[in-house]
T-cell receptor, first 112, second 109 residues
């Protein structure tokens, strides 16, 4: 079974703090994704990565950056957290040229 | 405007009853349509996938249908169980994936 893990299930940070969300997958998948999920809006793509050291902006990249130094790990960085970044963050991975994405359990981030 | 619209937003049914969730999309062309189940506090898990040429796909008590002409899909759940309580998300894929906002289903005893 594919396993996608995220470093924290719940996280509370203060405005202006730098926040790191970590995602690790164990199936040697090339592609990895970061989404945020807000009520009534569905999942929105923040960034994705086709492979190591590669990154592409998704639909809502503003205020975020990412890092993919190793194939199994994809990090989402909030340089200066703001209250409007309070959300559920979901990481996903998939094998290149396959459609199905496998999701992690999510990190619920609250920015005070 | 979201390219994938789901209805209803939420639904409450009694255990053992059937229900149908709807998904309308404007993504065109598309390569496939997938239904995900997301339990509370967990990430989405794929239930069914259909290509544009398929019009029905079953996975146990879950049956998805697709009408590519009207751009509608439905997910029918038969003989609901308490464990069916979850959000159900419709996802339409072209070059990228477009997610619906989901339907929150609650099954009560």
């Amino acid at each position: 079974d594919v396993k996608v893990t995220q470093s924290s299930r719940y996280l509370v940070k203060r405005t202006g703090e730098k926040v790191f969300l970590e995602c690790v997958q164990d199936m040697d998948h090339e592609n990895m994704f970061w989404y945020r999920q807000d009520p009534g809006l569905g999942l929105r793509l923040i960034y994705f990565s086709y492979d190591v050291k590669m990154k592409e902006k998704g639909d809502i990249p503003e205020g975020y950056s990412v890092s993919r130094e190793k194939k199994e790990r994809f990090s989402l960085i909030l340089e200066s957290a703001s209250t409007n970044q309070t959300s559920m963050y979901l990481c996903a991975s998939r094998r290149q040229n396959y459609n199905e994405q496998f999701f992690g359990p999510g990190t619920r981030l609250t920015v005070l | 405007k979201n390219q994938v619209e789901q209805s209803p937003q939420s639904l409450i049914i009694l255990e053992g009853k059937n229900c149908t969730l709807q998904c309308n999309y404007t993504v065109s062309p598309f390569s496939n349509l997938r239904w995900y189940k997301q339990d509370t506090g967990r990430g989405p898990v794929s239930l069914t996938i259909m290509t544009f040429s398929e019009n029905t796909k079953s996975n146990g008590r879950y049956t998805a249908t697709l009408d590519a002409d009207t751009k509608q899909s439905s997910l029918h759940i038969t003989a609901s169980q308490l464990s069916d309580s979850a959000s159900y998300i419709c996802v339409v894929s072209e070059n990228d994936m477009r997610f619906g906002a989901g339907t929150r289903l609650t099954v009560k005893p």
